[in-house]
T-cell receptor, first 113, second 113 residues
Framework: ETGVTQSPTHLIKTRGQQVTLRCSSQ?????VSWYQQALGQGPQFIFQ???????GRGNFPPRFSGLQFPNYSSELNVNALELDDSALYLC????????????FGNGTRLTVT | LAKTTQPISMDSYEGQEVNITCSHN???????ITWYQQFPSQGPRFIIQ???TKVTNEVASLFIPADRKSSTLSLPRVSLSDTAVYYC??????????????FGKGTKLSVIP
């Protein structure tokens, strides 16, 4: 069973740039969700995709957008980066959109300078 | 949207039982409660999930009172390897097949030899 993998592991960007983060779901999972985790804080829900459709969104501006592909992998795109976007971005997959255990990757550490 | 509150930190000696309580006063009827464990530089790992009363698995128990406004994660006989941050997560159904996932700020558990 392949777990959730995220790429890249670390990234440095400049304010105003755009970034794309990638996530491969665990085998057999059709739901993926993304989280932003600032240092010392809990993960903050960005959005969730179920079978390529967004089915939940947290309190994040539209410059945070995403995609889920037919193989259930996913991307998180962030436009017009701000310094406060510096954080660990976590992806999680689950078996279905019904409440079920989330399987997390180890995240992408984004630094915005 | 359910808001969660947890103690910031707890200390325990090896071999003791640890109880971590999460408050979620405005939890809704269909919301689920889940707990995760996170080690540094890793994504959170699922521990246990429940809706009401008591749930037990091989690593923990989850107690949820009748009013569901709080939940308590119980870790029996902790060891040094249980030193981690523990998060309470409320999974809320927000209609039309959409979900909101709200993590608490986490409880840092330190197990002392």
């Amino acid at each position: 069973e392949t777990g959730v993998t995220q790429s890249p592991t670390h990234l440095i960007k400049t304010r105003g740039q755009q970034v794309t983060l990638r996530c491969s779901s665990q085998s057999g999972h059709n739901t993926v969700s993304w989280y932003q985790q600032a240092l010392g804080q809990g993960p903050q829900f960005i959005f969730q995709y179920y079978r390529e459709e967004e089915n939940g969104r947290g309190n994040f501006p539209p410059r945070f957008s995403g995609l889920q592909f037919p193989n259930y992998s996913s991307e998180l795109n962030v436009n017009a980066l701000e310094l406060d976007d510096s954080a660990l971005y976590l992806c999680a997959s689950s078996l279905d959109r019904e409440p079920s255990p989330l399987h997390f990757g180890n995240g992408t550490r984004l630094t915005v300078t | 949207l359910a808001k969660t509150t947890q103690p910031i930190s707890m200390d325990s000696y090896e071999g003791q039982e640890v109880n971590i309580t999460c408050s979620h006063n405005n939890i809704a009827t269909n919301d689920y409660i889940t707990w995760y464990q996170q080690f540094p530089s890793q994504g959170p790992r699922f521990i246990i999930q429940g809706y009401k009363t008591k749930v037990t698995n091989e690593v923990a128990s989850l107690f949820i009172p009748a009013d569901r406004k709080s939940s308590t994660l119980s870790l029996p006989r902790v060891s040094l390897s249980d030193t981690a941050v523990y998060y309470c997560l409320v999974v809320a159904y927000s209609g039309a097949g959409s979900y909101q996932l709200t993590f608490g700020k986490g409880t840092k558990l330190s197990v002392i030899p």
